[in-house]
């Protein structure tokens, strides 16, 4: 009898009876309750973290900085009730503690009270770091506290990164008031730079003037002083005159009695002396022409030069911006042509109020002249004109004593004036030095005020000036510089889609192994006929193949339509399982045939190898050196990593060379029951009394 035929009709014993007919359904159904089952479990668990009671404690106070109400805490509640991350619970620290301890909430986060405070002080001189805390209890679940630190961690980035934002918002608000300032500053620069040139222009225009003034008040020193030596040799001739006409009129009155004799004798010494008079009389009307002529002007000259000084001391000195340096030298000058222009204005006085007599004089003076002139002529005939000369003489005594007294009074003011136009001389000659050296600073300063304003200008255009999009921008880049840019080539859409490689195969090698609790490993009716070995091992393995193949689909059915497993090679995932199915069936068929009884239990031992190595939760590397060893020698490593590609997509390689290995454990496990299937058509003591009966 062929294998195919044996198999059918070890299948059909399952159609004899209720009991067989439900043990078939139940072999059928067994996969779905590790598959199906463990995925569904399995399939969310992230997604309803929401349904984890988590005590929320918040004690945070609050806090003020720039004028500014902080509360972190308040904010981060709202943050963490809008994301429902876990079913939070807002408590008291106490009622959290306990919670935690009696299992009522998995764990607890607290914000303490000085969490806002804390965030503030990063705007002042002693920044600190705000700490969350969080309490665990691994009593109440491992996998949980695991979970929360990952979140929690988040929570923490995101506070950070929102402090960091209002922090650096501050700087670059700062940077925007700093490049407005400077720019006022370039601004006051520019303005300042303006008036310092102006202000050099004016010391400029007031050096030249105080230079012209130094000419002048020079000149008018120099003139004064002729004016004054005039004004001495006037003193002293018409001293002279008077002393003379005085004794002239002395000895002419006196000697009247007898003076007709004795001008009959000294005709010629009276002409001498007319003559000498009337040289005297011209030089003395001269010299007052002279005083008479310069005294208005030399008086409006040292107002002048007054006037100006005064006006560049009240500009450089009580109304400028910034004081001039030479205000000393200044004001001495100011005071000097003061005091110049007052001297002048007394000797204009004195001419003017002795105008009368000075025009009295004069007249007298060229009188004088023409009497002595006269006298000098008719001085032959003196004797008969002695009686009008006596009296005229007496008359030009008078007159000579007071041009002698008013030439007194003239020399003194021109003492003084040619003493005060000295200073004015000296003191417009420091002002003027001192007006150079003022352009000289002037000019420095005008110079270092235009590299000031333009330092301030390009300072300005280099501070950057921020409006509210640009640092939006930048905090925002800078509070969190680093982010994480996550590309999955191949994503799993869930937990379960993960660990679907991992739970199927294991769901199929329980429903082989209890396939062959039901089915034997090799075909009693083939055996008692004398089949040949790989007969034998076909019939026994092909109704638990047939098995699988049904297994494969209900379970892959019940996972796509009922659970939502999406698989991205649907009829390659469900051929590949029927390969593995298949695999499965020969390798627990090998171990049941070889070992009988003890060979379930080795198919237990089996099953846990290959869980512990196949790398279907954490990487195979993370286990210990047994398991990388064992890891390339058992099936399931393969079958997980060909599963993996076949629902989640990637390349093809490993499920080829998955392919080649389930074929190779298959054909070989087929071959080991064949030799086992020969070694069983003898019959021993073994067989006939086993040790262990299962």
Same mark, same amino acid.
Request: net charge positive; glycine share 10%.
């Given at each position: 009898?062929?294998?195919?035929? /044996? *198999?059918?009709?070890?299948?059909?014993?399952?159609?004899?009876?209720?009991?067989?007919?439900?043990?078939?359904?139940?072999?059928?159904?067994?996969? /779905?309750?590790?598959?199906?089952?463990?995925?569904?479990?399995?399939?969310?668990?992230?997604?309803?973290?929401?349904?984890?009671?988590?005590?929320?404690?918040?004690?945070?106070?609050? *806090?003020?900085?720039?004028?500014?109400?902080?509360?972190?805490?308040?904010?981060?509640?709202?943050?963490?009730?809008? %994301?429902?991350?876990?079913?939070?619970?807002?408590? %008291?620290d106490e009622e959290a503690r306990r919670g935690v301890e009696d299992g009522t909430y998995y764990l607890s986060l607290t914000l303490p009270a000085d969490l806002s405070r804390r965030i503030a002080s990063s705007s002042g001189d002693s920044p600190q770091t705000g700490a969350l805390q969080v309490r665990t209890n691994d009593a109440n679940n491992y996998i949980v506290g695991q979970i929360s630190r990952s979140v929690f961690n988040e929570v923490r980035s995101a506070a950070s990164t929102k402090t960091s934002r209002t922090f650096l918002d501050k700087i670059f608000v700062s940077f925007s008031d700093i490049h407005d300032k400077t720019v006022t500053a370039a601004e006051g620069a520019d303005r300042l730079n303006t008036g310092i040139g102006k202000a050099e222009k004016g010391s400029k225009d007031l050096a030249?003037?105080? &230079?012209?003034?130094?000419?002048?008040?020079?000149?008018? *020193?120099?003139g004064l002083k002729k004016l004054n030596t005039g004004a001495g040799d006037l003193q002293d001739g018409s001293r002279q005159v008077a002393d003379g006409t005085k004794a002239l009129a002395d000895k002419v009155n006196g000697v009247y009695g007898t003076a007709?004799?004795?001008?009959?004798?000294?005709?010629?010494?009276?002409?001498?002396?007319?003559?000498?008079? %009337?040289?005297?009389?011209?030089?003395?009307?001269?010299?007052?022409?002279?005083?008479?002529?310069?005294?208005?002007?030399?008086?409006?000259?040292?107002?002048?030069?007054?006037?100006?000084?005064d006006a560049v001391y009240k500009a450089r000195c009580e109304t400028a911006a910034i004081p001039d340096p030479n205000c000393a030298d200044l004001k001495r000058a100011r005071t000097a042509t003061a005091e110049v222009a007052t001297v002048a204005d007394d000797l204009n006085t004195l001419v003017a109020d002795q105008d009368g007599d000075l025009k009295t004089m004069r007249d007298n003076l060229g009188t004088l002249q023409k009497q002595a002139t006269a006298?000098?002529?008719?001085?032959?005939?003196? $004797?008969?004109?002695?009686?009008?000369?006596?009296?005229?003489?007496?008359?030009?005594?008078?007159? #000579?004593?007071?041009?002698?007294?008013?030439?007194?009074? /003239?020399?003194?003011?021109?003492?003084? #004036?040619?003493?005060?136009?000295?200073? /004015?001389?000296?003191?417009?000659?420091?002002?003027? %030095?001192?007006?150079?050296?003022?352009?000289?600073?002037?000019?420095?300063?005008?110079?270092?005020?235009?590299?000031?304003?333009? @330092?301030?200008?390009?300072? !300005? @255009? &280099?501070?950057?000036? $921020?409006?509210?999009?640009?640092?939006d921008q930048r905090t925002g880049v800078m509070a969190d510089p680093v982010q994480l840019a996550s590309h999955d080539l191949h994503k799993a859409p869930n937990y379960g889609t993960g660990f679907a490689p991992y739970f199927i195969p294991l769901s199929l090698w329980v429903g082989a192994m209890v396939a062959y609790m039901l089915i034997p490993p090799l075909n009693r009716r083939a055996l008692a006929a004398g089949s040949p070995a790989w007969r034998i091992a076909l019939a026994g393995w092909l109704p638990v193949a047939a098995v699988g193949v049904l297994q494969v689909v209900a379970l892959m059915a019940v996972l796509h339509w009922a659970i939502g497993l999406q698989m991205l090679r649907a009829a390659g995932t469900i051929g590949f399982l029927c390969l593995v199915t298949g695999c499965f069936a020969a390798i627990v068929q090998w171990l049941n045939a070889r070992f009988g009884a003890a060979g379930?239990?080795?198919?237990? !031992?089996?099953?846990?190898?290959?869980?512990?190595? *196949?790398?279907?939760? $954490?990487?195979?590397?993370?286990?210990?050196?047994?398991?990388?060893?064992?890891?390339?020698?058992?099936?399931?490593? $393969?079958?997980?990593?060909?599963l993996r590609r076949l629902i989640t997509g990637g390349g093809l390689g490993p499920v080829w060379q998955a392919c080649g290995v389930l074929a190779a454990f298959t054909a070989g496990a087929l071959a080991l029951t064949a030799l086992a299937a020969r070694q069983r058509q003898v019959w021993t003591l073994d067989r006939l009394h086993p040790e262990l009966s299962l």
């Open positions: 009898m062929r294998s195919p035929r /044996l *198999a059918a009709l070890e299948l059909r014993r399952f159609g004899r009876g209720r009991l067989p007919r439900a043990a078939l359904v139940a072999l059928l159904v067994l996969p /779905l309750l590790y598959g199906a089952l463990y995925l569904w479990s399995f399939w969310d668990p992230y997604g309803r973290l929401d349904r984890i009671p988590v005590a929320l404690v918040n004690d945070d106070k609050g *806090a003020t900085a720039g004028g500014k109400k902080i509360t972190a805490g308040d904010d981060i509640v709202d943050g963490l009730r809008d %994301s429902r991350t876990f079913a939070w619970h807002q408590v %008291s030249d003037g105080l &230079k012209d003034a130094k000419s002048g008040s020079g000149k008018l *020193a120099t007709g004799p004795f001008l009959k004798d000294n005709e010629k010494t009276i002409g001498d002396t007319a003559r000498l008079v %009337s040289d005297s009389a011209k030089t003395v009307k001269d010299n007052l022409d002279v005083l008479v002529k310069h005294a208005p002007g030399a008086a409006k000259l040292a107002h002048a030069n007054a006037d100006i000084l006298l000098e002529q008719r001085a032959p005939h003196l $004797y008969e004109d002695v009686d009008d000369a006596v009296t005229k003489i007496n008359e030009l005594n008078t007159g #000579a004593q007071k041009v002698a007294a008013g030439a007194k009074k /003239l020399h003194t003011g021109l003492g003084t #004036a040619q003493t005060g136009a000295t200073t /004015l001389d000296k003191g417009i000659g420091t002002a003027a %030095s001192g007006a150079q050296t003022l352009n000289g600073g002037l000019y420095k300063l005008s110079d270092g005020s235009d590299r000031l304003a333009g @330092g301030l200008h390009d300072g !300005a @255009g &280099k501070i950057p000036d $921020y409006d509210k999009k640009d640092r379930r239990i080795l198919v237990l !031992a089996l099953l846990m190898l290959q869980l512990t190595s *196949a790398g279907g939760t $954490y990487p195979v590397q993370t286990s210990p050196r047994f398991f990388n060893a064992i890891h390339p020698f058992l099936p399931m490593s $393969y079958i997980v990593e060909a």
